[in-house]
């Protein structure tokens, strides 16, 4: 079906539903039924508006056309005409792009999990740096980095890191991180100047909601124990450590970061429930899951995602043949310039997909 076919179904079927909506308000519609109507008209809205910005300056080009004819006014329409003949374009790719379907998942807040994979104590300190990155992008975005665990290694780096991002749209751009990341340096305790090769896997959860997921007391194993490592005399004097089985699954989701029990059981809950919400997604999203898979991996260093190489200040995402020469910046939490190619990217294999 041609582009503008859809757009007039889009918009009558849009008409239809807003009469429908107004009716049912007068008629007493079925609650489910107005429910239905009232999200899926909210749904088209945005395209709609979209949708009469076109047409809008298909009408002033068509104007514009005609007024070429008189010579007063030739200079004024051509300028006329060539920007709507630059701005028509773009506003039909918008609304190829809104018409998309849609993660339901891309509005929520997410979970970051970091964990160093192949290169020992290099991979930790790395893991740490990378989790700061994070940090700093949020801050960048304006979200809230809550840090949920923070398990540090002897030299400073990171054996296990956990965060849960707040803000609109935190999973539609981190969602793109998920996978192995390897970094290629000379580690400060490399006398002879040889580059290491490490890696670190970073998966990204969007955050579920007690709707989201079903869980049944009777499918937890709850186990409390006494929390190691850094952390004060509560460390080895109280309980305060949580681990949470999720029989059904064998998920486990171990927390320390607190000193409270009952807050530690809350932040392993909640990951707990965006393992869960996740594992649901894949299966019912088999191709999702598969493209997921791909990018996590193993760990092993052969498989990656994104090579962040310190001796040439370059960092390369191999999904897309994306290099960028400021590995500073990008430590500094500056991702947006791979996020945003990442995304359109996903855009361009969607609209060929669906063939809009």
């Known amino acids: 079906m041609e582009l503008d076919d859809r757009l007039d179904r889009i918009a009558a079927r849009s008409e239809e539903l807003q009469a429908m909506l107004s009716q049912g308000l007068a008629q007493g519609l079925d609650g489910e039924a107005f429910s239905k109507a009232s999200r899926e008209y909210a749904e088209l809205e945005p395209i709609v508006a979209r949708i009469g910005e076109l047409r809008q300056a298909e009408r002033e080009e068509r104007q514009s056309q005609a007024l ?3 010579p007063d006014l030739r200079e004024l329409a051509q300028a006329e005409l060539d920007a709507l003949r630059a701005r028509i374009p773009a506003l039909r790719q918008d609304i190829r792009i809104a018409m998309l379907p849609r993660d339901e998942a891309d509005e929520r807040s997410a979970i970051l999990e970091i964990r160093p994979a192949a290169g020992g104590d290099e991979a930790a300190l790395f893991a740490a740096e990378l989790f700061d990155a994070y940090r700093r992008y949020a801050a960048l975005r304006g979200w809230r980095f809550e840090v949920m665990e923070f398990d540090e290694s002897e030299l400073g780096g990171l054996r296990s890191g956990i965060a849960n991002i707040t803000g609109r749209g935190v999973f539609a751009r981190l969602k793109y991180e998920s996978g192995v990341h390897r970094v290629q340096r000379v580690p400060a305790t490399e006398s002879q100047g040889r580059i290491h090769t490490s890696t670190i896997t970073v998966a990204v959860l969007p955050e579920a909601d007690e709707v989201d997921v079903q ?26 450590a949580v681990r949470i089985t999720h029989l ?10 607190e000193k409270s029990q009952h807050k530690n059981r ?91």
Do not use: C, W
């Open 68 to 70: 070429l004819a008189d």
């Open 215 to 240: 869980v049944n007391d009777d499918d937890l194993r709850i186990d409390v124990f006494r929390a190691s490592g850094a952390g004060g005399q509560h460390v080895n004097k109280t309980e305060s």
């Open 266 to 356: 809350a932040k392993a809950m909640k990951i707990l429930m965006a393992r869960l919400y996740e594992r649901e997604r894949a299966a019912a999203h088999a191709s999702r899951a598969a493209d997921r898979k791909s990018q996590v991996g193993t760990g092993d260093r052969s498989e990656r995602i994104r090579t962040y190489n310190f001796p040439q200040g370059r960092v390369t995402d191999h999904r897309i043949n994306l290099t960028a020469y400021k590995i500073d910046r990008v430590m500094q939490g500056e991702l947006d310039e791979f996020v945003d190619a990442l995304i359109q990217d996903d855009q361009a294999s969607l609209l060929a997909t669906e063939g809009i």
């Open 248 to 257: 059904p699954t064998g998920l486990v989701v171990a927390m320390q970061e």
